[in-house]
């Protein structure tokens, strides 16, 4: 089940999600609206390795927008920091954006009970597009635990992503063992 409008609002209240900067007029009668923050980021080098530490170059989004162009990758960040610690969060982008053609994630859609941060988003484009800083990107969806959860995302030791700050974050699979 997803949290409603309700439901989402009385857990706010209650500590258990927290969204900054928050709006009501983004909450939609089962989700949250997110928003493209000001920061941008492409890898330093066309081949990633994935036992290698592979860095990346931010770029602020001026106002007067960006043009992101297909078959190059780019990390993006949401506007809001949030926290969730009774709830699987989901990441979802907005049917607005994928029909201009902008997936907001390849793979990690995801967080953990316990994620504490701004969203990093893995975008890539279908051809090329404009975007700007505080358009809507993306709406965040709350599914509730079956369970008592042992250790948050917040409290694992080997947490990689835990408190992302407001500018995307590169691939830290290197910090695995394989």
Known sequence: MILSDTRILEEIEKGTIKIEPYDRACLGSNSYDVHLGKW??????????????????????????FVLYPHIFYLGVTDEYTETHAHVPFLEGKSSTGRLGIDI???????????????????????????????????????????????????KKNAKYNGQPNKPIESMMWKNSF
């Not at 995801?110 to 800083?133: A, H, M, R």
């Open 40 to 65: 941008l980021a492409t890898y330093r080098e066309h081949i990633l390795d994935a036992k290698k530490h592979n860095e990346i170059e931010y770029f602020e989004i001026p106002e007067e927008g």
């Open 105 to 155: 994630h390849a793979t990690a859609g995801k967080g953990d009970v316990g994620f504490c941060g701004n969203w990093t988003l893995e975008i890539s484009v279908k051809q090329p597009v404009k975007v700007y800083k505080g358009m809507p990107v993306g709406q965040l969806i709350y599914f509730p635990v079956e369970g008592e959860i042992l250790v948050k995302y917040n409290q």
